[in-house]
Each structure stands twice: as structure tokens, then as C-alpha cells.
């Protein structure tokens, strides 16, 4: 069973769309995906939220934890409520739409309307400050929740590489309630799902919520706002300098006043987590003093897995750097104080130990015992085979995943249901070779697996197969007596054309042909006897009435002389004796 959500779960699945792909599992940088049941998972224990599976899977059903009605509840109980909105919010809306977002917000509740470039500004200049402390060692940037998650989990030996520096948003927010007073709560929007798990887990308290981009705009339409008929407006604070393309590769070197050539030899700007694992890997052979700044998500925050994909990630780029530069850097932001700090922690994942010989017994299970028979075709999700084994181990795959080992099972259990089939089967080439017969084709054409290699010919009459080879049928069905074999036999023949491969099915039916025969034998027999009873009882019942004729002649004459002799009674009597004689006779 899939292991229950944890309560501050941000990524999860949604089964009722998850179509068995695999895509999650193949993306996920960190193999946080597990399969129960044919059924993807998220283990909260391996998942750092960067939200990839969310932005790739094309079923979309990866989602993250939604918190838009805690928002708005918050909103209307009376409490004041500031908002932090990412920069990146210029590049979902449009040019006439910006400058009327800040209404929108005021429209939706928020008593306190400002960008978290806000903090950006102070952030980038104190991670400049940290790196240049550190001398001929490597610092990396930890503005992305993502990538800090990624290093105390899986590179808990880089710990100590991380800037003492909190996030952009973080550092908004504590500025917010510094300025605005504790009893004020913080809402940040943005495009990044890690954020929601560093609001609740990592800000310490000072950001209450972290929404997204997709329910901001979901809030918009419930809320019924219509941007073209509010009026513009500006926020509340003005950042200071490039904040606002923090969102961007190489936007916080930018915005700490530090070189953004791509031929640096001191910082460095990487995007995408291929490209963020690779650096951190490379780093330990470092030498010099270097700033990494890393971002999760390729070509920065505008490529979030909650920024809606209504445009490309130029175009969304452009859009940016079009309302950087129409808004000036000569923002004062505010005079308050920030307080930047934090810390990081190593929290190196326990998955234990795998030996080789757990290794080999999934190979065995598997039919990959022979290094051969290691593909490492991906189709499972993982890179190669012993990457999905240890994860059969960890119980966080299943050996049914892999599609060689499945379609060699379906193949097996084809090739059984041919062998044990009561008909016979037999398989040709193209040349109407044999290339396979099964135990009944044998039996009934007493042959051997001698015949492999020879023509049909060899056994019967080819003519079907060779009109399904010449394309005249694409299949026949006849019942023809093979007399060499003393066989009838219903057959169908047709070709399997993606093989160049002709089948031929023999079905017996020469012990009900024989059985038929006798039957019909025994229906013509009876038929017989009966016509030759009901003559015999016609000729018997004739003889009867000629008996019985005869019978009633003689009796009439006997009648006729007693009643003679009655009449000729010396007596003198009358002739009555002699009618009641007659009368008795003739009633009996």
C-alpha cells in the first residue's frame, strides 16, 4: 500500500489520472517516486518538492497541496493580511495587465501589497558579502528552496558550502512583520511549489501561506475580478535595483552588482537539475573562490512547475526583462531593518544497505541474470537495470515494471497455451517453411520436429497456404479429409503479416465425422425396422378381418340351420323358439 501523506506533504498523486507511464520516475532527480499496485507515489521522506513530476507529467496527475481556501479564509476574518508576490508575476500577465495586479490583490483582500524583489535586493547583497568571506572556498547561493532541500538530504556533505542566508521570501516576510507588526500575516505567491514547504517547514513562522500562480488565477475568476476594469496602481514598496530578475538566471549575481559573464571564473549561474546536480558534483574538486548561484527549475523561476504554460519560456523571459527595465532600478525600498539570517542542517536520507546478492536474486526473478540481458532500455522509468533492482529492494518499484521481463512472460505463457492447445498449430515462413509445430499437430500428422525446415508439402496439400501467401484470402476455413492420415480436419488458415508468417489451425473431426456416420447408419436401420413392422401389422390385421369374415359366415349359416330345425319341430309348436334362438345369436 502506498505509505500514508504526511501532513505537510506538497507533492502527490492523483490516481484516478495516473496512467502507469512512468514519466514521473524517469524525471524525478532524486527517485522519489514509488510504484505500489501499478500506482505511482510520492515519498515525502525522499521528495524535495522541486515540482518537476508536477511540470512533466503528461497526464497531470501530479498536484501539489492547495491552500487557496486557508488563504481566503484568513483574508476575510479580519486579520491584517500582507502579500509578497514574486517578480515573476510579469511574465503571466500581460503589458496592460501589470500595472493593475496591485488593485487586483487590494480587490482580493490583501491590506498590504508589495514584491518580494523586496527582499531580493538585500538577500543578494548579503550572499555577495558571505561568498567573499569565505575566501578560496566555493559558497552556493540558497535563494532556491529546492536546491537547499536537494543538498541537506542527498549532498549532506556541501552543508557547509550554503550561504547563512535566508531566502528572498523569507526575508520579505519578516521585513513585513517587523514594519507592519507581528499580529500581521504574510501570503507569498509565487511559481515555485518548494516554497510551500519552506513557508511551513523553514521560515519560521514568518511566512503563514505560499501560494501559486495557478490559484492566484483560480482566486481571480472566483472572485469574479476583471483586471480591464481596475484601475492601475503601484505597490506598496519599490525594490531597489535588479531585484525583480532574481527570478532569472544569473538575476541575484545581477542584482548584487557581480559579474553575469557566462566567462567568470568566480560565479557561476546554473539552471535545470541535470545542470544543478552536475556543478554540485564537480564543486569538490574545486580550487579558488567561486559563488554558485543554482536554480532548480531550467532557465530560473519563469519555468516553475506552477506557472501557467500559456506561453514559452522565452517569450515569459522576455516578458520579464521587459518589465525589469520599464521599471528602473532606482527603487529606495525601505529603510528597515532585515533580518537575513539562517541555517542549514544535514539531513542525510536513510534508505539502507543493498548487497550484491539482493541485487542478483531481483536479476534472477527477473530473467537477468546474464549481463546480456541487462537492457537498460529506460522504458521502466530508470536509467538502467540495477538502478530499478535497487529499487525493487527498497520496496519502491515493482519487477512487473520492466517491459522485456513482462513481454517474455506474456510470450511464455503464448508459447504454453500453443504447446497445450487440443488443435494443432503449425507455423510457416514466408517460403512456407515449417518453422514450428505443437505436440497435437504432431500427433495428428504423425511427425516429429523433423519436419522443421521442409515445406508444407511435405505433410498436405500447401494449395490454402499458398493462396493466403498470394494474397487472394486473408483467411480460409475448410474442412478437408487427409487420407494419408485417415483425418478430417477443420482448418483455418491466415497469415501474420507484420512477421511474414503464414498459421495453420487443424481442429479433429474425424471421430464425429465416424460417430455422424454411425448415426446415420443406425437412423436408416430404425427406419427400416419401422417400415417393416407397420407391414407386418398391416398383413396381420388383414388375415384377422379375412378370420373374421369367415368366422361370421359359417355362423350365419349354422344359425340358419337350427332355425330349420326349430321350424321342423314334430311338436306342432310355433316358431317362436326358433326367432329368440336367432335373435340371441345375432346380439352375441
Same mark, same amino acid.
Given at each position: 500500500?502506498?505509505?500514508? %501523506?504526511?501532513?505537510?506533504?506538497?507533492?502527490?498523486?492523483?490516481?484516478? %489520472?495516473?496512467?502507469?507511464?512512468?514519466?514521473?520516475? %524517469?524525471?524525478?532527480?532524486?527517485?522519489?517516486?514509488?510504484?505500489?499496485?501499478?500506482?505511482?507515489? +510520492?515519498?515525502?521522506?525522499?521528495?524535495?518538492?522541486?515540482?518537476?513530476?508536477?511540470?512533466?507529467?503528461?497526464?497531470?496527475?501530479?498536484?501539489?497541496?492547495?491552500?487557496?481556501?486557508?488563504?481566503?479564509?484568513? +483574508?476575510?476574518?479580519?486579520?491584517? +493580511?500582507?502579500?509578497?508576490?514574486?517578480?515573476?508575476?510579469?511574465?503571466?500577465?500581460?503589458? =496592460?495587465?501589470?500595472?493593475?495586479?496591485?488593485?487586483?490583490?487590494?480587490?482580493?483582500?490583501?491590506?498590504?501589497?508589495?514584491? &518580494?524583489?523586496?527582499?531580493?535586493?538585500?538577500?543578494?547583497?548579503?550572499?555577495?558579502?558571505?561568498?567573499?568571506?569565505?575566501?578560496?572556498?566555493?559558497?552556493?547561493?540558497?535563494?532556491?528552496?529546492?536546491?537547499?532541500?536537494?543538498?541537506?538530504?542527498?549532498?549532506?556533505?556541501?552543508?557547509?558550502?550554503?550561504?547563512?542566508?535566508?531566502?528572498?521570501?523569507?526575508?520579505?516576510?519578516?521585513?513585513?512583520?517587523?514594519?507592519?507588526?507581528?499580529?500581521?500575516?504574510?501570503?507569498?505567491?509565487?511559481?515555485?511549489?518548494?516554497?510551500?514547504?519552506?513557508?511551513?517547514?523553514?521560515?519560521?513562522?514568518?511566512?503563514?501561506? *505560499?501560494?501559486?500562480?495557478?490559484?492566484?488565477?483560480?482566486?481571480?475568476?472566483?472572485?469574479?475580478?476583471?483586471?480591464?476594469?481596475?484601475?492601475?496602481?503601484?505597490?506598496?514598496?519599490?525594490?531597489?535595483?535588479?531585484?525583480?530578475?532574481?527570478?532569472? *538566471?544569473?538575476?541575484?549575481?545581477?542584482?548584487?552588482?557581480?559579474?553575469?559573464?557566462?566567462?567568470?571564473?568566480?560565479?557561476?549561474?546554473?539552471?535545470? &537539475?541535470?545542470?544543478?546536480?552536475?556543478?554540485?558534483?564537480?564543486?569538490?574538486?574545486?580550487?579558488?573562490?567561486?559563488?554558485?548561484?543554482?536554480?532548480?527549475?531550467?532557465?530560473?523561476?519563469?519555468?516553475?512547475?506552477?506557472?501557467?504554460?500559456?506561453?514559452?519560456?522565452?517569450?515569459?523571459?522576455?516578458?520579464?526583462?521587459?518589465?525589469?527595465?520599464?521599471?528602473?532600478?532606482?527603487?529606495?525600498?525601505?529603510?528597515?531593518?532585515?533580518?537575513?539570517?539562517?541555517?542549514?542542517?544535514?539531513?542525510?536520507?536513510?534508505?539502507?544497505?543493498?548487497?550484491?546478492?539482493?541485487?542478483?536474486?531481483?536479476?534472477?526473478?527477473?530473467?537477468?541474470?546474464?549481463?546480456?540481458?541487462?537492457?537498460?532500455?529506460?522504458?521502466?522509468?530508470?536509467?538502467?537495470?540495477?538502478?530499478?533492482?535497487?529499487?525493487?529492494?527498497?520496496?519502491?518499484?515493482?519487477?512487473?515494471?520492466?517491459?522485456?521481463?513482462?513481454?517474455?512472460?506474456?510470450?511464455?505463457?503464448?508459447?504454453?497455451?500453443?504447446?497445450?492447445?487440443?488443435?494443432?498449430? +503449425?507455423?510457416?515462413?514466408?517460403?512456407?517453411?515449417?518453422?514450428?509445430?505443437?505436440?497435437?499437430?504432431?500427433?495428428?500428422?504423425?511427425?516429429?520436429?523433423?519436419?522443421?525446415?521442409?515445406?508444407?508439402?511435405?505433410?498436405?496439400?500447401?494449395?490454402?497456404?499458398?493462396?493466403?501467401?498470394?494474397?487472394?484470402?486473408?483467411?480460409?476455413?475448410?474442412?478437408?479429409?487427409?487420407?494419408?492420415?485417415?483425418?478430417?480436419?477443420?482448418?483455418?488458415?491466415?497469415?501474420?503479416?507484420?512477421?511474414?508468417?503464414?498459421?495453420?489451425?487443424?481442429?479433429?473431426?474425424?471421430?464425429?465425422?465416424?460417430?455422424?456416420?454411425?448415426?446415420?447408419?443406425?437412423? *436408416?436401420?430404425?427406419?427400416?425396422?419401422?417400415?417393416?413392422?407397420?407391414?407386418?401389422?398391416?398383413?396381420?390385421?388383414?388375415?384377422? *378381418?379375412?378370420?373374421?369374415?369367415?368366422?361370421?359366415?359359417?355362423?350365419?349359416?349354422?344359425?340358419?340351420?337350427?332355425?330349420?330345425?326349430?321350424?321342423?319341430?314334430?311338436?306342432?309348436?310355433?316358431?317362436?323358439?326358433?326367432? =329368440?334362438?336367432?335373435?340371441?345369436?345375432?346380439?352375441?
Amino acid at each position: 500500500m502506498e505509505p500514508k %501523506r504526511h501532513e505537510n506533504q506538497v507533492v502527490f498523486t492523483n490516481k484516478a %489520472r495516473c496512467k502507469d507511464c512512468y514519466r514521473c520516475i %524517469r524525471v524525478c532527480p532524486v527517485d522519489a517516486i514509488g510504484i505500489r499496485d501499478g500506482q505511482a507515489y +510520492v515519498d515525502v521522506d525522499r521528495c524535495i518538492s522541486c515540482g518537476t513530476c508536477i511540470r512533466e507529467c503528461p497526464q497531470k496527475a501530479k498536484s501539489f497541496r492547495r491552500d487557496l481556501d486557508s488563504v481566503r479564509e484568513l +483574508v476575510v476574518s479580519g486579520q491584517p +493580511v500582507a502579500v509578497s508576490l514574486a517578480p515573476s508575476f510579469a511574465a503571466i500577465f500581460k503589458a =496592460w495587465e501589470i500595472k493593475r495586479v496591485p488593485s487586483a490583490l487590494r480587490r482580493l483582500g490583501f491590506g498590504h501589497v508589495s514584491e &518580494t524583489a523586496v527582499g531580493a535586493y538585500a538577500v543578494a547583497k548579503k550572499t555577495a558579502e558571505c561568498a567573499a568571506e569565505h575566501g578560496d572556498s566555493f559558497s552556493i547561493g540558497t535563494a532556491c528552496p529546492a536546491v537547499v532541500n536537494y543538498i541537506e538530504r542527498y549532498r549532506p556533505d556541501l552543508v557547509g558550502a550554503l550561504v547563512p542566508v535566508c531566502s528572498p521570501m523569507v526575508a520579505h516576510a519578516r521585513m513585513l512583520k517587523s514594519l507592519l507588526g507581528e499580529g500581521t500575516r504574510v501570503v507569498f505567491i509565487g511559481p515555485c511549489v518548494a516554497k510551500k514547504q519552506e513557508a511551513s517547514e523553514k521560515s519560521g513562522g514568518a511566512v503563514d501561506f *505560499a501560494l501559486t500562480f495557478t490559484e492566484l488565477l483560480e482566486w481571480l475568476e472566483l472572485e469574479h475580478v476583471d483586471l480591464s476594469i481596475l484601475e492601475e496602481s503601484d505597490f506598496d514598496m519599490v525594490p531597489e535595483g535588479w531585484a525583480r530578475s532574481f527570478p532569472l *538566471a544569473g538575476g541575484s549575481l545581477q542584482t548584487a552588482s557581480l559579474s553575469t559573464s557566462l566567462l567568470a571564473a568566480d560565479v557561476l549561474s546554473v539552471t535545470g &537539475t541535470e545542470e544543478v546536480k552536475d556543478t554540485l558534483e564537480s564543486l569538490t574538486d574545486s580550487r579558488g573562490p567561486l559563488l554558485v548561484e543554482p536554480l532548480f527549475c531550467d532557465q530560473g523561476c519563469i519555468n516553475g512547475p506552477a506557472m501557467p504554460a500559456n506561453e514559452t519560456v522565452y517569450q515569459r523571459r522576455k516578458a520579464l526583462l521587459q518589465y525589469v527595465l520599464a521599471s528602473g532600478q532606482d527603487g529606495v525600498g525601505s529603510d528597515e531593518p532585515m533580518d537575513l539570517a539562517a541555517s542549514f542542517g544535514r539531513r542525510p536520507l536513510s534508505t539502507g544497505d543493498v548487497t550484491e546478492e539482493q541485487i542478483r536474486q531481483v536479476f534472477a526473478q527477473t530473467g537477468k541474470e546474464n549481463p546480456d540481458d541487462q537492457l537498460n532500455c529506460g522504458a521502466c522509468g530508470y536509467s538502467s537495470c540495477r538502478e530499478q533492482a535497487i529499487a525493487v529492494i527498497r520496496q519502491m518499484a515493482e519487477p512487473e515494471m520492466c517491459v522485456p521481463y513482462m513481454r517474455r512472460l506474456a510470450e511464455q505463457r503464448t508459447d504454453r497455451i500453443i504447446e497445450t492447445s487440443p488443435n494443432g498449430i +503449425v507455423i510457416l515462413d514466408e517460403r512456407l517453411t515449417i518453422l514450428h509445430v505443437n505436440p497435437s499437430f504432431k500427433r495428428l500428422f504423425m511427425c516429429s520436429e523433423a519436419v522443421y525446415g521442409k515445406p508444407i508439402s511435405y505433410l498436405m496439400d500447401p494449395e490454402p497456404f499458398e493462396q493466403i501467401a498470394a494474397g487472394k484470402a486473408e483467411l480460409i476455413e475448410t474442412t478437408v479429409e487427409h487420407d494419408k492420415y485417415s483425418l478430417v480436419c477443420h482448418q483455418i488458415v491466415y497469415a501474420l503479416h507484420d512477421v511474414k508468417q503464414y498459421v495453420g489451425v487443424f481442429v479433429n473431426l474425424t471421430s464425429s465425422l465416424l460417430n455422424k456416420k454411425q448415426l446415420d447408419v443406425l437412423r *436408416a436401420r430404425t427406419v427400416q425396422q419401422a417400415r417393416d413392422l407397420l407391414s407386418h401389422q398391416i398383413e396381420i390385421a388383414g388375415k384377422i *378381418a379375412q378370420f373374421l369374415g369367415e368366422s361370421t359366415a359359417e355362423g350365419e349359416k349354422l344359425l340358419e340351420n337350427l332355425v330349420k330345425v326349430a321350424q321342423e319341430n314334430p311338436t306342432g309348436g310355433d316358431d317362436r323358439n326358433g326367432s =329368440w334362438l336367432k335373435d340371441t345369436y345375432t346380439s352375441t
